[in-house]
C-alpha cells in the first residue's frame, strides 16, 4: 500500500513542474511574440526559433547549462547573450532568454519555443502537427502527410517532426487534442490488451 502511495507522489512531482514550466513558458512567449508582431518581425521570430530549437537538440551542453542549478545567473545570462548573437536572434528574443535568465527561468526554454511556434502558426492560418516515427521522415513523406493532414483539418499544417526508434514502425501524430497513433506499438498493447480481455 506505502509502495502505491509514493509512485502516485512521483507521479504528480512529475507532472507539476512541467505544467508550471509551460505557463511560465507561455507568458514570455506572449511578450516575445507581441514585440515581434508590433515591429513586423514574425519573420524573423520563427527563423530564430527553429535555430534555438536546432541548437538545444544538437548541443548537449546547450541543455545541460539551461537546467543547470550550479551556474549563476550571471553566468547563465552571458551564455546566453554570447549564444544569441552568435546566432543573430531577433532582439525581442534575444532580450527574452536574456531576462529569462537573470529569472533563473532558462530551463522553459523548450516550452517557450512550443509555446511561439503555436502563436506564429495561428496568426499564419496554419495547425501544428507533431509527428513522432520509427525513423527520420524523408521530405517527400513530410510533404504527403501534410497534404494528408491539411485535407482532414482544412488547414495548412506544419510538420514537426521527432524520431523514436522504441516505435518500431509507423507514425504518431498530434494535431492539439486529437492523437492519431499508427505506430506497430500501439498495435501490439491493442492486442496485447485484447488477448487479456479473452483470456
Same mark, same amino acid.
Given at each position: 500500500?506505502? &509502495?502505491?502511495?509514493?509512485?502516485? @507522489?512521483? %507521479?504528480?512531482?512529475?507532472?507539476?513542474?512541467?505544467?508550471?514550466?509551460?505557463?511560465?513558458?507561455?507568458?514570455?512567449?506572449?511578450? #516575445?511574440?507581441?514585440?515581434?508582431?508590433?515591429?513586423?518581425?514574425?519573420?524573423?521570430?520563427?527563423?530564430?526559433?527553429?535555430?534555438?530549437?536546432?541548437?538545444?537538440?544538437?548541443?548537449?551542453?546547450?541543455?545541460?547549462? #539551461? *537546467?543547470?542549478?550550479?551556474?549563476?545567473?550571471?553566468?547563465?545570462?552571458?551564455?546566453?547573450?554570447?549564444?544569441?548573437?552568435?546566432? &543573430?536572434?531577433?532582439?525581442?528574443?534575444? %532580450? /527574452?532568454?536574456?531576462?529569462?535568465?537573470?529569472?533563473? %527561468?532558462?530551463?522553459?526554454?523548450? *516550452?517557450?519555443? =512550443? *509555446?511561439?511556434?503555436?502563436?506564429?502558426?495561428?496568426?499564419? /492560418?496554419?495547425? =501544428?502537427?507533431? @509527428?513522432?516515427?520509427?525513423?527520420?521522415?524523408?521530405?517527400?513523406?513530410?510533404?504527403?502527410?501534410?497534404?494528408?493532414?491539411?485535407?482532414?483539418?482544412?488547414? =495548412?499544417?506544419?510538420?514537426?517532426?521527432?524520431?523514436?526508434?522504441?516505435? #518500431? /514502425?509507423?507514425?504518431?501524430?498530434?494535431?492539439?487534442?486529437?492523437?492519431?497513433? =499508427?505506430?506497430?506499438?500501439?498495435?501490439?498493447?491493442?492486442?496485447?490488451?485484447?488477448?487479456?480481455? @479473452?483470456?
Amino acid at each position: 500500500m506505502a &509502495g502505491n502511495r509514493g509512485r502516485t @507522489v512521483e %507521479r504528480v512531482d512529475v507532472s507539476e513542474p512541467a505544467s508550471i514550466s509551460s505557463g511560465v513558458a507561455a507568458r514570455y512567449a506572449t511578450a #516575445i511574440f507581441e514585440l515581434c508582431k508590433e515591429k513586423s518581425r514574425l519573420d524573423k521570430l520563427e527563423t530564430g526559433i527553429e535555430e534555438l530549437a536546432a541548437a538545444l537538440s544538437e548541443s548537449a551542453d546547450l541543455r545541460a547549462m #539551461i *537546467h543547470s542549478p550550479v551556474l549563476s545567473r550571471r553566468d547563465q545570462g552571458r551564455a546566453i547573450s554570447a549564444l544569441a548573437e552568435q546566432m &543573430g536572434l531577433v532582439e525581442q528574443l534575444a %532580450r /527574452g532568454v536574456a531576462v529569462m535568465a537573470q529569472n533563473r %527561468r532558462l530551463y522553459v526554454v523548450p *516550452h517557450l519555443i =512550443t *509555446h511561439l511556434r503555436a502563436l506564429i502558426a495561428e496568426e499564419k /492560418g496554419e495547425v =501544428t502537427a507533431d @509527428v513522432t516515427s520509427a525513423k527520420a521522415l524523408t521530405k517527400a513523406q513530410s510533404e504527403k502527410l501534410a497534404k494528408t493532414l491539411a485535407g482532414r483539418f482544412g488547414e =495548412t499544417v506544419k510538420i514537426n517532426a521527432t524520431v523514436d526508434d522504441s516505435l #518500431i /514502425g509507423g507514425l504518431v501524430v498530434k494535431v492539439g487534442s486529437k492523437m492519431i497513433d =499508427t505506430s506497430i506499438r500501439a498495435q501490439l498493447n491493442s492486442l496485447q490488451n485484447a488477448m487479456k480481455e @479473452v483470456g
